[in-house]
């Protein structure tokens, strides 16, 4: 009966599933076992949680284009071009709702009202849930001192107006016209992108035509509530034409800094803004002006590259002008130019791609003008309050009189934020009102958005987006046909644009995009003579060349524009798949990672490739290299015999199968038969589990160390869920799934799962054990291995396992169901629970918030209706917490010491397994007494014959340790000699079964031997003392009584403080010192200046010595002596003052500590990396690893992929930020003037930078300290490059990775090739990692020698190994593209700037005179320095100037002429105290001056002129002078403007 029963049931939800086939019109007959094969469905309910990835795999079976169609609309699968009208239905169903919420909450506060029974907390409650309902921002609420009831009938009204204007007339019309009438087409037109406003601002005609099959979108962006503040009317409106003309997103961002462009804004604060600094001066301020909007996004769409042509008129206008070009056969003639700047004017030059966004903005404002200064912070607050005031006032007279007094009239303007405004009754203040977009006939927010919503005619263009496509790039991707040459055309916009407006047009913008167009359609027609077969080198050419297009475009459109979208390539795919389906699943996995490589996920951007969805699915079929996910049939029959088995023996294979298909394992069997509950603790003893655990530093995680044990031995913290209560809604396993994996893997099998049936598949009472293992990286949801159990079943009907579950478990987490309606048992559990020790996570499925636990150990969280994603995380965090807070761990053989207490059924008890481990114990012993004993003979044998031979190299041991050629030579000896004898051992136990504790006795019983021989050889490493070493030679070089202890002290002291009072002396002049206040600020800045240089040079020449990874030498302290004394010895000669012996004594105390501790840590890692001992001690998890391949034999395939990927990820991660580093210095180079040439056209540059900066302290810091400053600039520009919020970064470092990613495939795959048929070689694999290591010699840094361990493995199938490889390393590839996400210019080991700054490196001394700076483009150059121009003196504060013949002298006069003048002149300058020395012969000065060479009559450049005229009052505080008597400034210098200057700096 009961079978037949079951029957009946299937038949009935085989019947519903049919009908619900039908009712789409789809053929059940021919689909319900497509989708029983495909999907494992065979009920209804099952369609529900199907995902678009399912629909894919269905989709491939579709034999009518509207299949597709019904079957999204059964999956309930939706695209974005039904989004678009159910979108604009949801919007007026949800106004609809909020009314009638609304509309409720007045009656109910009606009646409250009315009953005059409810206290004023209860009524505001309510009025509150009135408010919000309305959509009332909650600083417009009224006081509570506000009467309620005079509001009611307000509310009433506004709310039947509201009504109204929803259920009447509303418009809908089709997407494209709302494309084509919002702002008056607004995103059709194109921008003209300079650095003018005007130009910006301006409308223009329609650029684009309408995309073909266009379709609006869901909002990106969600409703905003904004201020803003103005300084000027000028800001005001320019703002306001901003919002309006480029929309939100530009407006309000600083983005603009970034294109280039200066709207001139002024001063524009938003509401987070608490700066008080809104105006320039008080003395200039004479305008406020404050502004609210709300912006409200109702729709969005973006234009694809591939759908952007131009509107007919401008593909007419540009071929016209191509004629004209054909004729001259000249782009840059007056015609042309004249003919693009038109066109420019016209249309614009670049088309916003989007985002964009559709909708509308409601506009407050409040201004007032003509008030004095020092009324700016009461005119702010009164204007302030006003609109406030005003805001409320637009709620229409539902608030009352929240409003206040304010009498204002409101002038409305649609679409247009300028409204005519009248006086209020406050005579200083403006308020206006206007909307953009929305209803024009009201002047309530409410009903305008009511109106807003219901009707898509009135919306208008909100936001244009950020990203900007120039017409040039546009005409050459999509108008190939519509041009003789377009790549002439589009070379002509491009440079005619360049020339109107001094723009830096980047690469992707010119001939590299055109070159990459051409060849990749010159590829495609390669393609096309292709024959079908299943060529891995071809598909490596593909990769090949899709790395070569990102490289030069930086983005993929041309790779899938041209090559994805072509006919060509699309069948040579689709052909190479239908042939590997042919093969074997195991033969064809390296052909899967590389297509995947190819495709995902740029095929999805493809707009007409009908066979992609076939690819991808085939592609993502999981072959036979990873287990199969089993089907319920044989998990039932696994389970089933776990349970049913009485051999104790034979459950271990079962077991060890669920554990291979990472599945949950069964922990506690409940028997049917007897009552009795079993711990299968022998069944599970054979299950190994391989883990890392990583030490995390930032954003990096290095393994600190490696796992792999039996998983009975392993003692982890437990961590158990159980449910108490029904399970109508939620499922325990389901959430331990998303927590364990995502819900990329079931390890926990639950209700939802594909193919599951009525029949439960583990019955009550079972508990099922997994344990999450992490892998060592900084994705890891745990740090280290962590046990889960699960309680099937309600845990009220399970008391004995929830009891053995609280005994062992760290964390208890509880699914509670029911809460209110629970017997008492339920509550007497649950309280239970919540008193106990263990931590407990309440998990309350009918609750949303709920208020947290009394203690930090006790939590409560609500997840009704929550977001699954954040749930996890939020449990995931806790559970974190819980365990550092609380860790009990657990091994399963200390858990079945629980079970026996508990009186379960231990397995491992029974007398069969009793009996095995007796017999075991004496051959176990022989084994080892025999292993032992032969051991033994080895050893003693192998160490007789290394005396010998080290014997013969002790003479020259001194010499092998000088060279490091020879220290090399020998490591590597004694790493083969540990190598060999680990693989004679590994012979001997082969076959064996071994515990990872027995090997690794095994393996450190040779290890100590062999390390006791080469410590016995090599003798200890020499010990060095290296604080007593700089201590005696200190004590030596100062010779100072006392100095020891001054030592000491400086030990207490953390850095150099450069002190005027106590390091620098005052030089006599005419045999007094001078007054200390003489004392210029020169003096002190060059001082300064002198002492970061000195440590500057001391930390890079140790930073070199630790690159080159040297030892410690003494002559190390010498040098950094020398370098302070060369520091000491470089002051002027004329300045006032110089160091004292306190400053040489401080400053070589501190450097010499300093570089103490790095002296120290260079000296440690040279002996790490060179001591025998210490070198083979850092080795020795990579040796025992190699060991354990050796034991494994054939077998050891992935452990043989772990070990070899484990080398080649951070040689591969370093490799990527170095490629990156060099790739991101030459596209800076080719996009930005100011690095295209060399040292003086970048300084140039600067000088433009400085002038329009105009500020003294960045000209100061140029000035005194060149090199640093020129360093400090391109850092700053790579920068703002890198990290403009574009992620620009991600867009160098994707692509660095793709391409090494595929440099590494093909080095595998050719490997593979060349090895496969070499039957002449028994060492295959060490024949294929030399193959695989010279492939990629060039690429990253993998060093043959470090592979010795893992090449004399027994693998013969060199193709599995290949698919092994290819598998692991699309795993690596995905892992460290993640990491990547979170990269940003620290984890550069070299960065970008200092290769770019080394491209200007050269000769940057200073002119003794003037500060200009040497343009000899080598250091330590050969002949005299000399500057382009050199600049007046007045610049480095030097004004000792007098005649031969005249006595006058004024100390305080700053010099204007040049050193070019000046040694024409009979001027004379003071060297040393009073010495004077003719300009004419400066050289007989001696050094610095003799070492250059000044040329004479050297105009000045306007430049200077105008710098010392406009920074005159700051020169002279900075240099305690003044421009006077012979250094007054001419008139004609103060005449000079800033754009002379600038004029004059481009005609260099």
């Given at each position: 009966?009961?079978?037949?029963?079951?029957?009946?049931?299937?038949?009935a939800k085989a019947q519903l599933l049919a009908q619900a086939f039908q009712?789409?019109?789809?053929?059940?007959?021919?689909?319900?076992?497509?989708?029983?094969?495909?999907?494992?469905?065979?009920?209804?309910?099952?369609?529900?949680?199907?995902?678009?990835?399912?629909?894919?795999?269905?989709?491939?079976?579709?034999?009518?284009?509207?299949?597709?169609?019904?079957?999204?609309?059964?999956?309930?699968?939706?695209?974005?071009?039904?989004?678009?009208?159910?979108?604009?239905?949801?919007?007026?169903?949800?106004?609809?709702?909020?009314?009638?919420?609304?509309?409720?909450?007045?009656?109910?506060?009606?009646?409250?009202?009315?009953?005059?029974?409810?206290?004023?907390?209860?009524?505001?409650?309510?009025?509150?849930?009135?408010?919000?309902?309305?959509?009332?921002?909650?600083?417009?609420?009224?006081?509570?001192?506000?009467?309620?009831?005079?509001?009611?009938?307000?509310?009433?009204?506004?709310?039947?107006?509201?009504?109204?204007?929803?259920?009447?007339?509303?418009?809908?019309?089709?997407?494209?016209?709302?494309?084509?009438?919002?702002?008056?087409?607004?995103?059709?037109?194109?921008?003209?992108?300079?650095?003018?406003?005007?130009?910006?601002?301006?409308?223009?005609?329609?650029?684009?035509?309408?995309?073909?099959?266009?379709?609006?979108?869901?909002?990106?962006?969600?409703?905003?509530?904004?201020?803003?503040?103005?300084?000027?009317?000028?800001?005001?409106?320019?703002?306001?034409?901003?919002?309006?003309?480029?929309?939100?997103?530009?407006?309000?961002?600083?983005?603009?800094?970034?294109?280039?462009?200066?709207?001139?804004?002024?001063?524009?604060?938003?509401?987070?803004?608490?700066?008080?600094?809104?105006?320039?001066?008080?003395?200039?301020?004479?305008?406020?002006?404050?502004?609210?909007?709300?912006?409200?996004?109702?729709?969005?769409?973006?234009?694809?590259?591939?759908?952007?042509?131009?509107?007919?008129?401008?593909?007419?206008?540009?071929?016209?002008?191509?004629?004209?070009?054909?004729?001259?056969?000249?782009?840059?003639?007056?015609?042309?130019?004249?003919?693009?700047?038109?066109?420019?004017?016209?249309?614009?030059?670049?088309?916003?791609?989007?985002?964009?966004?559709?909708?509308?903005?409601?506009?407050?404002?409040?201004?007032?003008?003509?008030?004095?200064?020092?009324?700016?912070?009461?005119?702010?607050?009164?204007?302030?309050?006003?609109?406030?005031?005003?805001?409320?006032?637009?709620?229409?007279?539902?608030?009352?009189?929240?409003?206040?007094?304010?009498?204002?009239?409101?002038?409305?303007?649609?679409?247009?934020?300028?409204?005519?405004?009248?006086?209020?009754?406050?005579?200083?203040?403006?308020?206006?009102?206007?909307?953009?977009?929305?209803?024009?006939?009201?002047?309530?927010?409410?009903?305008?958005?009511?109106?807003?919503?219901?009707?898509?005619?009135?919306?208008?263009?909100?936001?244009?987006?950020?990203?900007?496509?120039?017409?040039?790039?546009?005409?050459?991707?999509?108008?190939?046909?519509?041009?003789?040459?377009?790549?002439?055309?589009?070379?002509?916009?491009?440079?005619?644009?360049?020339?109107?407006?001094?723009?830096?047009?980047?690469?992707?913008?010119?001939?590299?995009?055109?070159?990459?167009?051409?060849?990749?359609?010159?590829?495609?027609?390669?393609?096309?003579?292709?024959?079908?077969?299943?060529?891995?080198?071809?598909?490596?050419?593909?990769?090949?060349?899709?790395?070569?297009?990102?490289?030069?475009?930086?983005?993929?459109?041309?790779?899938?524009?041209?090559?994805?979208?072509?006919?060509?390539?699309?069948?040579?795919?689709?052909?190479?798949?239908?042939?590997?389906?042919?093969?074997?699943?195991?033969?064809?996995?390296?052909?899967?990672?590389?297509?995947?490589?190819?495709?995902?996920?740029?095929?999805?951007?493809?707009?007409?490739?009908?066979?992609?969805?076939?690819?991808?699915?085939?592609?993502?079929?999981?072959?036979?290299?990873?287990?199969?996910?089993?089907?319920?049939?044989?998990?039932?029959?696994?389970?089933?015999?776990?349970?049913?088995?009485?051999?104790?023996?034979?459950?271990?294979?079962?077991?060890?199968?669920?554990?291979?298909?990472?599945?949950?394992?069964?922990?506690?069997?409940?028997?049917?038969?007897?009552?009795?509950?079993?711990?299968?603790?022998?069944?599970?003893?054979?299950?190994?589990?391989?883990?890392?655990?990583?030490?995390?530093?930032?954003?990096?995680?290095?393994?600190?160390?490696?796992?792999?044990?039996?998983?009975?031995?392993?003692?982890?913290?437990?961590?158990?869920?159980?449910?108490?209560?029904?399970?109508?809604?939620?499922?325990?396993?389901?959430?331990?799934?998303?927590?364990?994996?995502?819900?990329?893997?079931?390890?926990?099998?639950?209700?939802?799962?594909?193919?599951?049936?009525?029949?439960?598949?583990?019955?009550?009472?079972?508990?099922?054990?997994?344990?999450?293992?992490?892998?060592?990286?900084?994705?890891?949801?745990?740090?280290?291995?962590?046990?889960?159990?699960?309680?099937?079943?309600?845990?009220?009907?399970?008391?004995?396992?929830?009891?053995?579950?609280?005994?062992?478990?760290?964390?208890?987490?509880?699914?509670?169901?029911?809460?209110?309606?629970?017997?008492?048992?339920?509550?007497?559990?649950?309280?239970?629970?919540?008193?106990?020790?263990?931590?407990?996570?309440?998990?309350?499925?009918?609750?949303?918030?709920?208020?947290?636990?009394?203690?930090?150990?006790?939590?409560?969280?609500?997840?009704?209706?929550?977001?699954?994603?954040?749930?996890?995380?939020?449990?995931?965090?806790?559970?974190?917490?819980?365990?550092?807070?609380?860790?009990?761990?657990?091994?399963?053989?200390?858990?079945?010491?629980?079970?026996?207490?508990?009186?379960?059924?231990?397995?491992?008890?029974?007398?069969?397994?009793?009996?095995?481990?007796?017999?075991?114990?004496?051959?176990?012993?022989?084994?080892?007494?025999?292993?032992?004993?032969?051991?033994?003979?080895?050893?003693?044998?192998?160490?007789?014959?290394?005396?010998?031979?080290?014997?013969?190299?002790?003479?020259?041991?001194?010499?092998?340790?000088?060279?490091?050629?020879?220290?090399?030579?020998?490591?590597?000896?004694?790493?083969?000699?540990?190598?060999?004898?680990?693989?004679?051992?590994?012979?001997?136990?082969?076959?064996?079964?071994?515990?990872?504790?027995?090997?690794?006795?095994?393996?450190?019983?040779?290890?100590?031997?062999?390390?006791?021989?080469?410590?016995?050889?090599?003798?200890?490493?020499?010990?060095?003392?290296?604080?007593?070493?700089?201590?005696?030679?200190?004590?030596?070089?100062?010779?100072?009584?006392?100095?020891?202890?001054?030592?000491?002290?400086?030990?207490?002291?953390?850095?150099?403080?450069?002190?005027?009072?106590?390091?620098?002396?005052?030089?006599?002049?005419?045999?007094?010192?001078?007054?200390?206040?003489?004392?210029?600020?020169?003096?002190?800045?060059?001082?300064?200046?002198?002492?970061?240089?000195?440590?500057?040079?001391?930390?890079?020449?140790?930073?070199?010595?630790?690159?080159?990874?040297?030892?410690?030498?003494?002559?190390?302290?010498?040098?950094?002596?020398?370098?302070?004394?060369?520091?000491?010895?470089?002051?002027?000669?004329?300045?006032?003052?110089?160091?004292?012996?306190?400053?040489?004594?401080?400053?070589?105390?501190?450097?010499?500590?300093?570089?103490?501790?790095?002296?120290?840590?260079?000296?440690?890692?040279?002996?790490?990396?060179?001591?025998?001992?210490?070198?083979?001690?850092?080795?020795?998890?990579?040796?025992?690893?190699?060991?354990?391949?050796s034991c494994q034999g054939a077998t050891s395939i992935t452990t043989f992929?772990?070990?070899?990927?484990?080398?080649?990820?951070?040689?591969?991660?370093?490799?990527?930020?170095?490629?990156?580093?060099?790739?991101?210095?030459?596209?800076?180079?080719?996009?930005?003037?100011?690095?295209?040439?060399?040292?003086?056209?970048?300084?140039?540059?600067?000088?433009?930078?400085?002038?329009?900066?105009?500020?003294?302290?960045?000209?100061?810091?140029?000035?005194?300290?060149?090199?640093?400053?020129?360093?400090?600039?391109?850092?700053?520009?790579?920068?703002?490059?890198?990290?403009?919020?574009?992620?620009?970064?991600?867009?160098?470092?994707?692509?660095?990775?793709?391409?090494?990613?595929?440099?590494?495939?093909?080095?595998?795959?050719?490997?593979?090739?060349?090895?496969?048929?070499?039957?002449?070689?028994?060492?295959?694999?060490?024949?294929?990692?030399?193959?695989?290591?010279?492939?990629?010699?060039?690429?990253?840094?993998?060093?043959?020698?470090?592979?010795?361990?893992?090449?004399?493995?027994?693998?013969?199938?060199?193709?599995?190994?290949?698919?092994?490889?290819?598998?692991?390393?699309?795993?690596?590839?995905?892992?460290?593209?993640?990491?990547?996400?979170?990269?940003?210019?620290?984890?550069?080991?070299?960065?970008?700037?200092?290769?770019?700054?080394?491209?200007?490196?050269?000769?940057?001394?200073?002119?003794?005179?003037?500060?200009?700076?040497?343009?000899?483009?080598?250091?330590?150059?050969?002949?005299?320095?000399?500057?382009?121009?050199?600049?007046?003196?007045?610049?480095?504060?030097?004004?000792?100037?007098?005649?031969?013949?005249?006595?006058?002298?004024?100390?305080?006069t700053l010099i204007i002429d040049t050193c070019s003048s000046l040694i024409?002149?009979?001027?004379?300058?003071?060297?040393?105290?009073?010495?004077?020395?003719?300009?004419?012969?400066?050289?007989?000065?001696?050094?610095?001056?003799?070492?250059?060479?000044?040329?004479?009559?050297?105009?000045?450049?306007?430049?200077?002129?105008?710098?010392?005229?406009?920074?005159?009052?700051?020169?002279?505080?900075?240099?305690?002078?003044?421009?006077?008597?012979?250094?007054?400034?001419?008139?004609?210098?103060?005449?000079?403007?800033?754009?002379?200057?600038?004029?004059?700096?481009?005609?260099?």
């Amino acid at each position: 009966m009961a079978s037949q029963k079951d029957t009946q049931e299937e038949d009935a939800k085989a019947q519903l599933l049919a009908q619900a086939f039908q009712k789409e019109g789809l053929d059940a007959g021919f689909w319900l076992p497509k989708v029983s094969q495909i999907l494992g469905i065979e009920c209804k309910e099952a369609l529900q949680h199907l995902e678009y990835e399912d629909y894919l795999k269905l989709e491939c079976e579709v034999r009518h284009p509207w299949e597709k169609k019904a079957l999204r609309k059964l999956l309930n699968i939706t695209d974005d071009k039904t989004a678009s009208k159910e979108l604009q239905k949801e919007h007026v169903e949800k106004t609809k709702q909020r009314q009638e919420v609304a509309k409720q909450a007045l009656k109910d506060l009606t009646e409250m009202l009315n009953s005059h029974s409810h206290s004023e907390d209860v009524l505001r409650e309510q009025a509150e849930t009135l408010w919000r309902a309305m959509e009332i921002p909650k600083e417009f609420w009224p006081s509570p001192k506000e009467p309620l009831a005079d509001m009611l009938q307000s509310i009433h009204k506004q709310l039947e107006q509201q009504q109204e204007m929803s259920a009447g007339r509303r418009e809908k019309i089709p997407d494209t016209e709302v494309l084509r009438r919002a702002s008056g087409g607004l995103a059709l037109q194109g921008i003209y992108r300079t650095s003018r406003a005007g130009d910006v601002l301006a409308t223009r005609e329609q650029l684009l035509r309408v995309p073909e099959g266009f379709q609006l979108s869901g909002p990106e962006q969600g409703s905003v509530l904004e201020r803003r503040e103005f300084s000027s009317s000028a800001a005001e409106s320019t703002f306001t034409k901003s919002m309006e003309q480029l929309g939100y997103s530009m407006s309000v961002s600083a983005k603009f800094a970034f294109l280039g462009i200066n709207l001139g804004v002024g001063v524009d604060h938003s509401s987070s803004s608490q700066s008080q600094d809104t105006h320039q001066s008080h003395s200039e301020q004479s305008y406020f002006c404050t502004t609210k909007f709300q912006y409200i996004p109702l729709a969005s769409c973006y234009f694809q590259r591939h759908q952007l042509r131009l509107s007919d008129a401008a593909l007419r206008e540009l071929q016209d002008m191509e004629q004209i070009l054909g004729v001259t056969g000249k782009e840059d003639n007056s015609t042309i130019v004249k003919m693009c700047e038109r066109f420019f004017s016209r249309f614009g030059s670049h088309i916003n791609q989007g985002p964009l966004h559709f909708g509308g903005i409601f506009w407050w404002k409040a201004s007032t003008e003509g008030f004095r200064a020092e009324q700016w912070e009461e005119v702010k607050r009164q204007t302030t309050e006003a609109l406030n005031s005003f805001v409320r006032k637009s709620y229409g007279d539902l608030l009352g009189s929240a409003a206040g007094d304010l009498d204002v009239s409101i002038s409305i303007s649609q679409a247009s934020v300028r409204g005519r405004a009248r006086e209020s009754s406050h005579s200083a203040i403006q308020l206006y009102m206007a909307n953009t977009g929305g209803p024009a006939d009201t002047t309530s927010l409410p009903q305008w958005k009511t109106g807003l919503v219901s009707d898509n005619t009135t919306w208008c263009v909100i936001d244009r987006g950020f990203e900007l496509i120039p017409v040039w790039d546009v005409i050459l991707c999509n108008h190939r046909g519509d041009f003789e040459s377009v790549g002439q055309m589009s070379r002509a916009l491009r440079d005619v644009y360049k020339v109107l407006t001094n723009e830096s047009i980047g690469t992707i913008f010119g001939e590299e995009l055109g070159s990459a167009v051409q060849e990749a359609r010159d590829f495609m027609e390669i393609v096309k003579a292709w024959e079908v077969t299943v060529d891995e080198r071809k598909l490596l050419r593909l990769i090949k060349l899709k790395d070569d297009l990102n490289a030069k475009t930086r983005n993929h459109s041309v790779w899938i524009n041209v090559c994805l979208s072509h006919k060509a390539l699309q069948d040579f795919l689709v052909n190479t798949v239908r042939s590997c389906q042919k093969s074997p699943p195991e033969n064809t996995t390296f052909i899967k990672v590389m297509l995947r490589s190819l495709l995902d996920p740029h095929i999805y951007s493809v707009k007409d490739f009908p066979e992609a969805s076939f690819i991808m699915q085939w592609i993502f079929q999981t072959g036979q290299l990873l287990p199969r996910p089993p089907n319920i049939s044989e998990l039932q029959g696994l389970t089933k015999t776990l349970r049913e088995m009485t051999d104790d023996f034979l459950r271990q294979t079962p077991a060890t199968k669920l554990a291979f298909c990472q599945l949950a394992l069964p922990l506690l069997l409940p028997n049917p038969g007897t009552s009795q509950i079993e711990f299968p603790l022998y069944a599970l003893s054979q299950i190994q589990q391989s883990w890392k655990v990583a030490e995390k530093s930032g954003k990096q995680a290095q393994t600190k160390s490696y796992k792999n044990k039996l998983i009975f031995q392993a003692q982890t913290p437990i961590v158990s869920f159980i449910r108490i209560g029904s399970s109508a809604s939620s499922s325990k396993s389901q959430l331990l799934n998303a927590l364990l994996s995502k819900r990329k893997h079931d390890t926990f099998f639950h209700r939802h799962c594909r193919g599951s049936t009525r029949e439960r598949l583990l019955m009550e009472g079972v508990v099922e054990i997994a344990w999450y293992c992490p892998c060592g990286s900084l994705d890891d949801t745990f740090e280290s291995s962590v046990a889960f159990c699960n309680l099937h079943g309600d845990a009220r009907d399970h008391g004995a396992q929830l009891q053995f579950l609280q005994d062992i478990s760290a964390v208890t987490v509880a699914l509670v169901s029911d809460l209110e309606q629970m017997d008492t048992r339920g509550k007497k559990l649950l309280q239970e629970l919540w008193q106990s020790q263990r931590p407990l996570v309440c998990l309350l499925m009918e609750k949303e918030n709920v208020a947290a636990g009394k203690t930090s150990k006790k939590i409560k969280i609500g997840i009704k209706n929550r977001n699954e994603a954040e749930l996890m995380d939020q449990l995931t965090k806790i559970i974190r917490d819980l365990l550092e807070g609380s860790k009990p761990c657990f091994s399963l053989d200390a858990c079945a010491d629980k079970a026996r207490q508990h009186g379960f059924v231990v397995d491992a008890d029974q007398p069969a397994c009793v009996a095995v481990k007796v017999k075991a114990k004496d051959p176990v012993k022989l084994l080892k007494k025999e292993k032992l004993s032969d051991i033994k003979p080895q050893l003693k044998e192998l160490k007789e014959s290394l005396l010998n031979e080290t014997n013969k190299k002790c003479e020259d041991l001194t010499e092998l340790q000088q060279e490091q050629r020879k220290l090399d030579a020998r490591k590597r000896e004694y790493e083969d000699e540990l190598l060999r004898r680990s693989r004679e051992l590994a012979v001997t136990l082969k076959g064996k079964s071994l515990s990872e504790t027995q090997l690794n006795n095994y393996f450190t019983l040779v290890w100590n031997c062999w390390i006791a021989e080469i410590f016995w050889t090599a003798g200890p490493p020499e010990g060095v003392d290296i604080d007593a070493e700089i201590d005696g030679i200190l004590l030596e070089y100062f010779e100072e009584p006392g100095f020891h202890a001054r030592i000491r002290s400086s030990m207490k002291e953390r850095g150099f403080s450069f002190d005027m009072e106590k390091h620098v002396i005052k030089k006599k002049v005419r045999g007094f010192y001078p007054d200390p206040k003489s004392i210029s600020n020169s003096d002190m800045i060059n001082l300064k200046q002198i002492t970061d240089n000195i440590i500057a040079r001391v930390r890079a020449n140790i930073d070199k010595k630790e690159q080159a990874k040297q030892d410690y030498s003494q002559n190390f302290i010498h040098e950094i002596l020398n370098e302070v004394q060369k520091g000491v010895n470089s002051a002027p000669s004329n300045a006032k003052c110089t160091f004292n012996r306190e400053y040489s004594i401080d400053l070589s105390l501190y450097l010499c500590k300093m570089a103490a501790e790095r002296f120290k840590a260079m000296h440690e890692a040279f002996q790490k990396a060179n001591d025998p001992v210490m070198y083979l001690n850092s080795k020795r998890e990579d040796f025992f690893q190699c060991f354990q391949i050796s034991c494994q034999g054939a077998t050891s395939i992935t452990t043989f992929v772990v070990f070899l990927c484990g080398k080649i990820e951070p040689a591969l991660r370093k490799a990527v930020f170095e490629r990156t580093a060099r790739g991101i210095a030459e596209d800076i180079k080719s996009k930005f003037p100011d690095f295209r040439s060399n040292r003086a056209n970048l300084e140039v540059c600067i000088l433009r930078y400085l002038a329009k900066q105009e500020n003294f302290e960045y000209f100061k810091q140029y000035l005194t300290s060149p090199k640093e400053f020129f360093q400090s600039y391109i850092e700053t520009r790579v920068k703002s490059h890198c990290l403009d919020g574009s992620k620009r970064l991600r867009m160098f470092l994707d692509p660095s990775l793709e391409s090494l990613y595929g440099n590494i495939l093909s080095a595998v795959c050719l490997s593979t090739q060349i090895v496969k048929d070499r039957k002449d070689r028994e060492d295959k694999i060490s024949l294929w990692l030399d193959e695989f290591c010279r492939q990629l010699a060039e690429v990253i840094n993998l060093p043959r020698s470090e592979l010795k361990g893992i090449e004399h493995q027994e693998v013969t199938d060199i193709e599995f190994l290949s698919s092994a490889m290819a598998e692991a390393l699309y795993d690596l590839r995905d892992r460290l593209m993640k990491e990547l996400g979170d990269a940003d210019m620290s984890s550069f080991s070299r960065q970008p700037h200092n290769i770019l700054a080394e491209h200007f490196s050269g000769c940057w001394e200073q002119c003794p005179f003037c500060g200009a700076v040497c343009t000899n483009t080598i250091q330590n150059h050969d002949g005299d320095h000399q500057p382009v121009f050199h600049r007046p003196q007045a610049l480095t504060g030097f004004r000792c100037r007098t005649y031969l013949f005249s006595l006058m002298y004024n100390p305080q006069t700053l010099i204007i002429d040049t050193c070019s003048s000046l040694i024409v002149s009979d001027a004379l300058f003071k060297v040393h105290d009073f010495l004077l020395t003719p300009y004419r012969t400066y050289r007989d000065a001696g050094p610095p001056y003799s070492t250059w060479n000044i040329l004479p009559d050297s105009p000045t450049q306007a430049y200077w002129k105008w710098f010392v005229s406009h920074f005159r009052t700051q020169l002279e505080d900075l240099y305690n002078g003044k421009f006077q008597g012979e250094g007054e400034i001419p008139e004609a210098w103060q005449r000079i403007t800033k754009q002379e200057a600038l004029s004059e700096l481009d005609r260099l």
